[in-house]
């Protein structure tokens, strides 16, 4: 359940009052995980795969009623701004026409002393100096891209850098506070979920976005010429999402550099992400074997790409090292290689199981079907990339419905969605995650992502009252059917 899919009155969720409403539920129904996309802050096309920041928070989550309680705010100064006409939908073009003036009013009621405490915390990270300088410079050029600022800014000279701290000293204090008022409210979160049984699984994308704090400031982690332009790009050849490929357009990380000073940007980065949540699904695990490089400018994934070598296990060996055994999911997907497998194995992280992919006609070797599954796995029916499962019984070629309808013994007066969640609770995989749109049994509107298009995604809310008694004590019973159960 992405955190902006939940309701709220001001267009988008937030962290605020229905995200312990959903907490309740999950404690209620008898679940002990709750994963959610990346928390940064969204550009372009609204992913939270293409985010300003790999360590900050985003600003639409700050709930604005928590804000009025902490004194920061006015109801009467947020609540009569119109945040959407559609409470399913996420209207992103009114939400940054309108949030960040209310940010600013609230931000501007702080004390300079509010911040010591929990900024002490972020400052030690050792990216919010740069990642609030980043935003002020952005607002400045118009919310430009950094490869479009000026030749000094772009490759950060001290003397430009030092006059434009100046310059937009209380623009930068303001994102600081806005990263302040985001980790408090999601801390508080994440505690109360913690204490009522349940753990919170974030999802870390491998590449950072190209527009970014993240390459802006750390230039010498990706393979970027002497301007700071990309040599070449991330993107996959052609799959079962995407049967052209898709160009990403993310700048590839210098993988021998980072190995000569032992990863440090990736630890910290990783070492980060565990201060936010309790499990940890790395995005695009193969990438770490191989990677497909794409020269920048092309437009065809399918022809102008090629593999290159990732760093191997190597990698990892790294991360056990500096950070103890850590508790990662490998998104394993995708086109899987030996090598990967064995990359895979030697981590030792648990991968994923796809149900919808296991009926795919065209890939007989997945191993997504349930009676294949080993229990060192997690199951999923769909992923945010994936259809809701009554959209994709309704969408799928008719030879793969009849195969699912056949293997999972579909009943469809209760709905197909149930016995296609019930086969992934029935299997041996250790953990089993949902997505909330197939509990509630929605179609095709309710999809979350489709992969290689540009608008419409990353929009769907539930609704008030979907968190209700009756869902919640179904799920319960079914956990008590397939001995899910929390332990206490």
């Known amino acids: 359940m992405p955190i902006s899919s939940l309701p709220s009155p001001y267009g988008i969720g937030t962290l605020g009052a229905e995200a312990r409403n959903f907490v309740d539920f999950l404690a209620a129904g008898g679940q002990s995980c709750w994963q959610v996309l990346p928390l940064g802050p969204t550009g372009y096309g609204d992913s939270p795969y293409q985010s300003f920041s790999s360590f900050a928070g985003n600003p639409y989550f700050i709930d604005l009623d928590t804000l009025a309680e902490w004194g920061f705010l006015k109801p009467e100064e947020y609540q009569t701004i119109q945040w959407g006409d559609d409470p399913s939908s996420v209207d992103y073009h009114r939400l940054y026409e309108n949030r960040f003036s209310v940010l600013r009013l609230a931000c501007s009621r702080l004390g300079r002393g509010d911040l010591f405490e929990l900024r002490g915390v972020l400052w030690n990270a050792g990216w919010l100096e740069d990642y609030a300088l980043f935003m002020a410079l952005k607002d400045k050029f118009g919310g430009a891209s950094w490869f479009q600022w000026p030749e000094d800014l772009r490759l950060r000279k001290p003397a430009a850098l030092a006059a434009a701290k100046e310059e937009l000293a209380k623009d930068i204090r303001f994102w600081i506070t806005v990263q302040y008022l985001f980790f408090n409210q999601w801390w508080n979160l994440k505690e109360y979920a913690n204490q009522k049984g349940v753990s919170i699984i974030g999802d870390l994308p491998i590449y950072a976005a190209g527009d970014s704090a993240d390459v802006w400031a750390n230039p010498e982690q990706f393979q970027l010429d002497e301007q700071g332009q990309p040599t070449e790009v991330a993107g996959c050849p052609p799959d079962g999402f995407a049967p052209d490929g898709q160009v990403w357009g993310n700048p590839l990380f210098d993988w021998e550099r980072m190995k000569e000073d032992g990863y440090s940007w990736w630890l910290n980065r990783i070492a980060f992400q565990f201060q936010l949540y309790d499990t940890l699904r790395i995005d695009h695990f193969r990438g770490f074997d191989s990677y497909y490089a794409i020269p920048c400018g092309t437009t065809d994934a399918a022809s102008g790409g090629h593999w290159r070598p990732g760093p191997g296990i190597g990698f990892f060996q790294a991360v056990n090292q500096a950070l103890g055994k850590k508790d990662i999911i490998a998104e394993d997907l995708g086109f899987l290689t030996p090598s990967v497998r064995e990359l895979l194995r030697g981590a030792g992280y648990p991968g994923m199981k796809v149900l919808e992919?296991?009926?795919?006609?065209?890939?007989?070797?997945?191993?997504?079907?349930?009676?294949?599954?080993?229990?060192?796995?997690?199951?999923?029916?769909?992923?945010?990339?994936?259809?809701?499962?009554?959209?994709?019984?309704?969408?799928?070629?008719?030879?793969?419905?009849?195969?699912?309808k056949a293997y999972l013994r579909l009943n469809p007066q209760e709905g197909y969605h149930w016995g296609m969640m019930r086969s992934a609770w029935s299997s041996v995989a250790d953990l089993a995650v949902i997505q909330f749109q197939d509990l509630l049994g929605l179609g095709s509107e309710a999809r979350m992502n489709t992969p290689s298009t540009l608008g419409g995604n990353w929009r769907w809310r539930a609704l008030p009252g979907a968190f209700s008694n009756t869902l919640s004590q179904r799920l319960y019973q079914e956990m008590q059917v397939y001995q899910r159960l929390p332990q206490k």
């Not at 997945?366 to 019984?393: E, F, K, R």
């Open 357 to 404: 992919l296991a009926f795919d006609s065209r890939d007989t070797g997945s191993g997504y079907l349930p009676h294949c599954y080993t229990p060192h796995c997690v199951a999923y029916t769909g992923t945010h990339d994936n259809d809701t499962i009554q959209g994709w019984m309704a969408s799928a070629p008719a030879e793969d419905v009849a195969q699912a």
